[in-house]
């Protein structure tokens, strides 16, 4: 898989903030359909976004689940409004869903199970964000 960064402004840091806790990139639609192609257990897949309302309460959100004992093998990120072509690619995947960001898509042996959509994460503290992700992992995560 190739991992790196679209065009437009300085994303890097929003990047990292997912990379640095071992959430791996998909940048290309051939990324998005290996992984979603070869599906097999618990995966999470986080649609990123530049948005500071929603965005800066998300990545945190997902960082503090991550301490959680229960979570999923496989985590992803695309990246909207960045990767297009590889959130389009990943959003078919889901498309019972309407396209929102960010957002997390829990899905088991490639099938969705569950959704936070953007409405569930903004105006919310990374906290309550993390409380939704952690109750999921419950729920789908052994």
């Given at each position: 898989m ?16 997912l ?61 909207a ?8 690619r990943a ?19 490639g099938?969705?199970?569950a959704?936070?959509?953007r ?6 503290t ?13 729920t789908?995560?052994?």
């Open positions: 190739q991992f790196g960064y679209g065009m437009g402004p300085d994303t890097s840091w929003m990047r990292s903030e990379t640095e806790i071992g959430v791996r990139e998909l940048v290309t639609v051939e990324d998005v359909d290996n992984v979603f192609g070869n599906a097999k257990g618990n995966m999470l897949l986080v649609i990123n976004s530049v948005c500071g309302c929603a965005a800066g309460n998300a990545r945190p959100g997902l960082r503090l689940a991550m301490g959680h004992s229960k979570k999923p093998e496989n985590i992803y990120t695309v990246f409004g960045q990767d297009k072509e590889a959130t389009a959003r078919q995947y889901f498309s019972d869903f309407p396209p929102s960001s960010p957002a997390f898509a829990f899905f088991q042996d099938e969705i199970k959704m936070i959509p409405h569930r994460i903004e105006g919310r990374a906290q309550e964000v993390s409380d939704d992700l952690v109750m999921i992992f419950d789908f995560c052994s």
